[in-house]
């Protein structure tokens, strides 16, 4: 089966720099979540998308930015990154129907190290 | 503001033998859904199982199951015949429903000896 596809897997960057993180959900789900796992620390929520609309958000910068697309495939923008930045970015995708909710299901990560 | 906790920071068990690990969580809501996720070295997050607060059934998955008790606000993980490949951190997470953000505990690390 499908799943949820994430990239690049690692990234390095420079502080003051700027990266793009790629998802791309399992096929036919409609919701996007983003969450940033720090060493030795557990996922924390950032930003999510239901049929490309931002429908909920968590603990994320000013400096982040993210959108979902036509083809439901998101990206994470992080602009002016800082050390503490440098982190495992998950996608996870989930189908939401009415009044439930379906599991979300979490890509590989990103590993984002800031130097 | 929904809160999980997992008071154990580390667990080990013998190959072959049960072990049980314990999550609470804190909600004013009466309609949510509870997850025990898998991080094994690999950094990937699997799930484990998954329990709605509206069953009163407690849902389980081969060698995995859960004790849900919806009053004392408890969901544990019960683990059978633990295999060295059940070794990895295991976080449980809250749901509010269709949409909703996880919200994980700080997660236990479960080692499996020889």
């Known amino acids: 089966a499908a799943g949820v596809i994430q990239s690049p897997r690692h990234l390095i960057k420079e502080k003051r720099e700027t990266a793009t993180l790629k998802c791309y959900p399992i096929?036919?789900?409609?919701?996007v979540y983003w969450y940033q796992q720090g060493p030795g620390q557990d996922p924390q929520f950032l930003i999510s998308?239901?049929?490309?609309?931002?429908?909920d958000k968590g603990s994320i910068p000013d400096r982040f930015s993210a959108q979902q697309f036509s083809d439901y495939h998101s990206e994470l923008n992080m602009s002016s990154l800082e050390l503490g930045d440098s982190a495992l970015y998950f996608c996870?995708?989930?189908?939401?129907?009415?009044?439930?909710?379906?599991?979300?299901?979490f890509g590989p990560g990103t590993r984002l190290t800031v130097l | 503001a929904q809160t999980v906790t997992q008071s154990q920071p580390e667990m080990s068990v013998q190959e072959a033998e049960t072990v049980t690990l314990s999550c609470t969580y804190d909600?004013?809501?009466?309609?949510?859904?509870l997850f025990w996720y898998k991080q094994p070295p690999s950094r990937q997050m699997i799930l484990v199982i998954r329990?709605?607060?509206?069953?009163?059934q407690n849902a389980t998955e081969n060698r995995f199951s859960v004790n849900f008790q919806k009053a004392a606000k408890s969901f544990s993980l019960k683990i059978s015949d633990s295999q060295l490949g059940d070794a990895a951190m295991y976080f449980c997470a809250y749901s509010l429903g269709a949409n909703s953000k996880l919200t994980f505990g700080k997660g236990i690390t479960l080692s499996v000896r020889p």
């Open positions: 998308f239901y049929e490309k609309m931002q429908s």
């Open positions: 329990q709605e607060a509206y069953k009163q």
């Open positions: 096929p036919r789900h409609d919701t």
């Open positions: 909600t004013s809501e009466s309609d949510y859904y």
């Open positions: 996870a995708s989930s189908l939401s129907e009415r009044e439930r909710t379906d599991t979300q299901y």
